[in-house]
């Protein structure tokens, strides 16, 4: 959903079946700006999907590159030259 609903639902310290004060919230839109939270419960041992756990990995990659382009001190190196892009290109396109 967002970090700050994350950051709620995924608290240990957060009780079940409460409602939460308001979460504001900038970076989703919602009709108010703000969350109303009330988590349910707990379930645990559940087996995932694959499809979730493609999405979890593919998740864990994005924050993982993203932290790495906002990190000044990486530099990104290019070794492709024009012949390595059209083979590339190429094994993409045409197989």
């Known amino acids: 959903m967002s970090a700050a609903f994350d ?6 310290e957060t009780q079940l079946k409460v ?11 919602t009709k108010g700006g703000y969350w109303l939270v009330k988590v349910g419960g707990v379930e645990s041992g559940q087996d995932i999907t694959t499809e979730d756990r493609d999405l979890l990995k593919a998740f ?14 990486n530099k990104i190196i290019n070794y492709l030259d024009e012949d390595k892009k059209n083979w590339a290109l190429g094994k993409v396109f045409w197989g």
């Open 7 to 12: 950051k709620y639902v995924f608290d240990p």
């Open 19 to 29: 409602i939460s004060d308001p979460i504001r919230d900038d970076t989703v839109t």
């Open 60 to 73: 864990a990659l994005k924050k993982w590159s993203d932290a790495l382009l906002a990190d000044s001190k």
